[in-house]
């Protein structure tokens, strides 16, 4: 069996049980659910939420560089700390931190194989009580981001009308389709269904096992080189608010290495309330179609 | 605190497909249903047994996905 392209960025459930209060790693729920942590969580583990402490409150946008490093620093994690990051689904929440975390230049970032769900699933120990670290004695120094890492509207539209990428939409196929507008029982966020024209359907949940891990490399590299990625064009992965498309992003770009993969984070709820973007509606094609 | 009888099952509401995570923490059921694709949750439960965890789980779960339209 041949390994992923970057196995270090994986660590698995029995690594984070041994090594989670090392002094110098600092273990991170990230759920899309944020009760999950308070109901029991990796003892020593911290939790961060999405959706109001690694993003931008006001404008639409990632953590902005300033609050990413106060962020850091008051979790008590320095520029060399081991960061363990997991979380509920599949570790897709914790995909986008890790995103966020490499586009700050963090150097040290990792994921732990199976998340929250092969953590309970395995009977570990849980805490309940949260974990308060004191802040690091050194404030923490974020890099310029890297954009290198991320897709915006005008990449994303050049893309589509010159065929020059390969986009992949992660989300479900009735998504894609436009058969619903949101994920089943989820508010709709978008005034119009279905996908950008050409993009090709894996949804994200593919690159994973039932217990939660990821898939081996040759099926990861199977079902995605179908789907015509690889090192020859650059790749935009997509979903509808750009978490999903995240952990797709760590799939090609860590697990298959895959060099030029972009998260593209406004994704659906971008394109799909774009005044007179071009969308196109259906099932996905057999893999190989164009 | 260790979680027991973890538990994981797919069931069908209404055309929709819900996955059912259940576990038993000190004297607690928890359950958590979410809609498989993506995998979002729904709604999460605590109760004095897997039968009410679940259960309520499935209920709520029901009429959250009874707003979700599908669209020719």
Redesign the interface.
């Known amino acids: 069996m041949s390994t992923y392209a970057h196995p270090e960025v994986l660590v698995d459930t029995g690594w984070v049980a041994s090594h989670a209060k090392d002094a110098n790693v600092r273990v991170v729920e990230v759920d899309v659910d944020t009760k999950a942590y308070d109901e029991g969580h990796v003892p020593g583990a911290i939790a961060w939420a999405w959706n109001t402490q690694l993003c931008d409150t006001l404008i639409r946008d990632i953590l902005p560089k300033a609050q990413f490093e106060v962020l850091l620093t008051q979790s008590g994690i320095g520029n060399d700390t081991t960061v363990v990051l997991y979380g509920d689904n599949n570790n897709w929440f914790a995909a986008w931190a890790f995103w966020q975390l490499k586009i700050y230049g963090h150097k040290d970032a990792r994921i732990m194989d199976g998340g929250r769900k092969k953590w309970l699933a395995e009977g570990r120990d849980l805490d309940t009580a949260p974990a308060k670290p004191a802040p690091s004695a050194i404030p923490y120094k974020a890099t310029e981001p890297d954009y290198s890492l991320r897709a915006f509207l005008p990449q994303v539209q050049q893309a589509q009308k010159t065929a020059s990428a390969v986009l992949i939409d992660v989300r479900s196929p009735q998504e894609f389709s436009g058969e619903i507008l949101a994920p089943p029982g989820l508010p709709e966020t978008c005034q119009r269904g279905g996908h950008i024209p050409g993009a090709r359907s894996v949804p994200w949940g593919k690159a994973c096992n039932d217990d939660g891990t990821f898939k081996p490399p040759e099926e990861l590299q199977k079902l995605y080189g179908a789907e015509g990625v690889s090192q020859s064009k650059p790749v935009i992965a997509y979903c509808r608010i750009g978490e999903r498309s995240s952990h797709t992003w760590f799939v090609l770009k860590y697990l298959l290495g895959v060099d030029n993969v972009v998260n593209y984070d406004g994704s659906w709820t971008e394109w799909g309330n774009l005044v007179g973007a071009p969308v196109e509606k259906g099932a996905a094609k057999p893999a190989g179609q164009g | 605190?260790?979680?027991?009888h973890?538990s994981?099952r797919k069931v069908d509401v209404d055309g929709?497909q819900v996955n059912l995570?259940t576990?038993q923490?000190g004297d607690k059921w928890?359950t958590?249903a979410?809609?498989v694709?993506?995998?979002?949750?729904?709604v999460?439960i605590?109760a004095d047994t897997r039968e009410d965890a679940e259960s309520i789980a499935l209920a709520r779960?029901k009429k959250?996905?009874s707003?979700?339209?599908?669209?020719a």
């Open positions: 605190m260790k979680p027991e973890f994981e929709w995570t576990y923490l928890h958590k979410d809609n694709s993506p995998g979002a949750t729904l999460r605590v779960a959250l996905l707003r979700t339209q599908r669209r």
